[in-house]
C-alpha cells in the first residue's frame, strides 16, 4: 500500500512541478 500512496504524491509533485515550469515560461515569453 505504501509503494501505491508513494506514486500517487510523485505524480502530483509532477503534476504541480509542470504547472509552475508552464507559469515561469509564459511569464519568460
Excluded: D
Excluded at 7 to 17: A, F, G, L, M, R
Aim: cysteine-free; proline content about 0%; charged content about 20%.
Amino acid at each position: 500500500m505504501f509503494i501505491f500512496a508513494l506514486i500517487e504524491v510523485v505524480k502530483e509533485y509532477i503534476s504541480v512541478t509542470k504547472k509552475h515550469i508552464t507559469l515561469l515560461l509564459v511569464k519568460t515569453l
